[in-house]
């Protein structure tokens, strides 16, 4: 995390994502609970309490609802952020529970308004961007000193954190089971790639399996990897000064 920060200039930010053996992370109509097993969600648990922020979407909000809880009563609890430029968002969601858990909520300048005042008046804080990005938010968490940030978002969101070059590390988990759907959703959006040649290699990768399930850890061209920022950071600092 230290090297992500020094070097790239923003926290480590790791990419986790779950999916069936035929890549979806749910069902067609939305349903994902659970797609992998208790041992593989022990781990994302795990995950959470050694981030300083896990990050979603408002679809993910809207779709799951979630408390994004390290499901301890102890213990480091990460900030909880939510991405909606719209703030087209439950008003009772559990992520409003500020008494578990902080929450922040970013969104574009001007979006509902009196909706804003709502989720301030309950203890969440609330950004506002001239224009949400990825991108953005990850310079926000970089200006509040976080050295790592946990994205649990679906497709839509991972998409960009990917061709952004937000997203250092991937975590994702792949549970032997099929659930097939034409529309069910799959972890990464389009990406606007029309040639295999294209796709994004990831690097210095692990398999695990956790369960009936096996998870891999690997580092995206953004990173390079521990060693590869290693050695920019030695370069940049034997390099005379003018």
């Not at 067609?28 to 922020?53: I, N, Y």
């Amino acid at each position: 995390s230290l090297l992500h920060r020094a070097a790239r200039r923003r926290p480590l930010s790791i990419l986790k994502y779950a999916m069936t053996l035929d890549g979806k992370i749910a069902t067609q109509q939305g349903h994902s609970a659970w797609v992998t097993s208790p041992p593989a969600r022990a781990l994302v648990f795990e995950a959470r309490a050694c981030s300083d922020a896990v990050i979603v979407g408002g679809n993910t909000v809207r779709r799951d609802n979630p408390r994004l809880t390290t499901r301890k009563e102890t213990g480091h609890m990460p900030m909880r952020l939510v991405m909606s430029r719209t703030l087209d968002l439950p008003e009772d969601a559990a992520l409003w529970d500020v008494s578990v858990a902080p929450t922040i909520v970013t969104t574009q300048r001007g979006a509902r308004i009196s909706f804003q005042a709502q989720l301030r008046a309950k203890g969440v804080e609330v950004i506002e961007f001239d224009f949400l990005t990825p991108e953005a938010v990850a310079d926000y968490c970089y200006s509040r000193g976080f050295l790592q940030c946990f994205w649990e978002c679906g497709g839509t969101l991972a998409a960009p954190c990917i061709s952004s070059s937000v997203a250092h590390k991937l975590l994702a988990f792949i549970a032997p089971k099929v659930i097939g759907g034409a529309r069910a959703p799959t972890p990464v959006g389009d990406l606007g790639f029309v040639e295999m040649t294209q796709a994004v290699s990831v690097l210095h990768y692990t398999w695990q399996q956790v369960g009936p399930d096996m998870m891999m850890r690997g580092y995206l061209p953004s990173s390079g990897g521990p060693l590869a920022l290693a050695n920019e950071l030695e370069q940049a600092t034997s390099e005379p000064l003018p």
